[in-house]
């Protein structure tokens, strides 16, 4: 079996080098060395930990690196994880730490590698680390001492002000969990619940959704609660969508950019045996995951298929759906917690291009809504350009549509006060979940 720090180097390596996706590498590397669960839990913390601290692991390095430029991507990745564990984790003592660092250099590269290794690591011992809290100048003490691209936390700034965009990086350097959404139409949080701890998974009622667990301890999919359909893997703020649309019974809806399917299958549950739900996407293999969704929790008013959502037009008459989610393809800042490097991978002109699209998706949905029917437009991002701006062009371009005012009445209610009309903008730190962005629109 590899060492858990020479896997957390090679997954943090891939990430940096491929932009690859932290939770799917985390996943296949689990898989391919056969972690127990206790390594499974050092291997995560150390690969989210140090992608997530990035920033503020380079500052303090950068005070015991002569040239950087000419170190290895690898040296620094080690250098990396092993400053990470020394600052943040306290289970491990230094010593074991650097000398399981000096052991990894020496079967990687050659004598110098570790001997340099050993140098910086013992260094930052001796000499102590510099505090980013001291730099002067707000974003950028924000993106060194939070570990946030400076760009970003200007944005932040200009949008929200600096006290919301501080928590805001406190809360996405927090660990994530995972929380799920029971079938309130087949059983109850609190049955779930004692189901669950028979299989050794401990839960707790969510914090904004009143269908919504929060898992403590042990694994959630490997359980027949889980297999047998009473629950779906969904962050709380997702759960807002479907009560969003207002559904009722016999509805027909559309699901323009589906997969993997949580929200189809919400909608489906609360459709109730009635109606009926196209769900599209532009991937056949995500496809596949709405289908197999669908399948484990016995939804048959699901019908899933591959289609770009701007083409709707020429697979659905006009007028012909009661409701539609646009929930869009968007940059993601809103789930940094879960996917730490979405900050490093993406770059400021990716919210332009990305905006082009969702306004594309937007407005091919414009004329498959019945008059009276609400079209709802969400993101998993906090970005004003992505959210607020996207809808109100649609709105400029399409005076048929107003914002539905109602919308605060189908949601919790510790919601209210975030909702602004039609609108609702979630920040991660007001109830630790995802940041998320919904608007309801209605066909006059």
């Not at 990086?169 to 660990?175: G, P, R, S």
């Not at 893997?233 to 207002?246: K, T, Y």
């Not at 007001?430 to 309801?440: E, L, P, Q, S, V």
Request: with cysteine.
């Amino acid at each position: 079996m590899a060492n858990v720090r020479e896997a957390a180097l090679d997954v943090i390596e891939k990430i940096n080098k491929n932009q690859a996706y932290s939770n799917l590498l985390l996943n296949e590397t689990i898989k391919k060395h056969q972690l127990s669960r206790k390594d499974t839990g050092l291997l995560t913390e150390i690969v989210y930990g140090t992608i997530q601290r990035k920033q503020t692991l380079d500052f303090y390095l950068d005070d015991f690196l002569a040239n950087r430029k000419r170190i290895q991507t690898w040296v620094i990745s080690l250098l990396q994880l092993s400053l990470y564990q020394m600052i943040y984790l306290d289970r491990v003592p230094d010593r074991a730490i650097i000398h399981e660092a000096v052991e990894i250099a020496k079967k990687r590269g050659h004598k110098g590698v570790s001997g340099m290794v050993n140098g910086v690591l013992r260094n930052t011992q001796r000499k102590g680390l510099r505090n980013p809290e001291e730099i002067e100048d707000v974003a950028e003490r924000i993106s060194i001492a939070k570990s946030h691209p400076l760009w970003l936390v200007k944005r932040w700034i200009d949008q929200l002000g600096v006290e919301a965009t501080e928590a805001m990086c406190d809360e996405n350097l927090l660990a994530p969990y995972v929380t799920a959404r029971v079938n309130v139409s087949k059983t109850s949080i609190d049955q779930v619940m004692i189901d669950l701890e028979k299989e050794g998974v401990q839960a707790v009622p969510g914090s904004l959704s009143e269908d919504a667990i929060k898992v403590l301890e042990g694994k959630l999919l490997e359980t027949s609660v889980y297999k047998r359909g009473d629950l779906t893997i969904q962050d709380e703020s997702s759960m807002l969508v479907a009560r969003a649309l207002g559904i009722e019974p016999g509805q027909k809806v559309l699901d323009a950019c589906a997969a993997p399917g949580g929200k189809s299958t919400h909608i489906a549950e609360r459709l109730n045996g009635s109606g009926h739900v196209n769900s599209l996407d532009l991937h056949a293999h995500k496809v596949k995951l709405i289908k197999k969704q669908a399948q484990r929790l016995n939804l048959r008013a699901i019908e899933a298929e591959t289609l770009d959502s701007r083409n709707v037009a020429e697979r659905f008459k006009a007028k012909s759906f009661d409701r539609i989610l646009v929930d869009a393809p968007c940059t993601g800042f809103g789930v940094l917690r879960r996917k730490p490097d979405i900050k490093w991978s993406k770059q400021e002109e990716d919210i332009n291009r990305i905006t082009s699209v969702q306004k594309g998706i937007l407005e091919a949905q414009a004329s498959l809504v019945k008059p009276g029917g609400k079209l709802v437009y969400s993101t998993c991002t906090i970005e004003e350009a992505e959210n607020q701006e996207v809808v109100k062009q649609f709105l400029a371009d399409h005076p048929e549509f107003q914002l539905d005012e109602t919308l605060s009445n189908r949601l919790p209610d510790k919601v209210a006060e975030y909702c602004d009309g039609g609108e609702l903008q979630l920040l991660p730190h007001y109830f630790g979940t995802d940041g998320f962005y919904i608007a309801c629109l209605v066909k006059k």
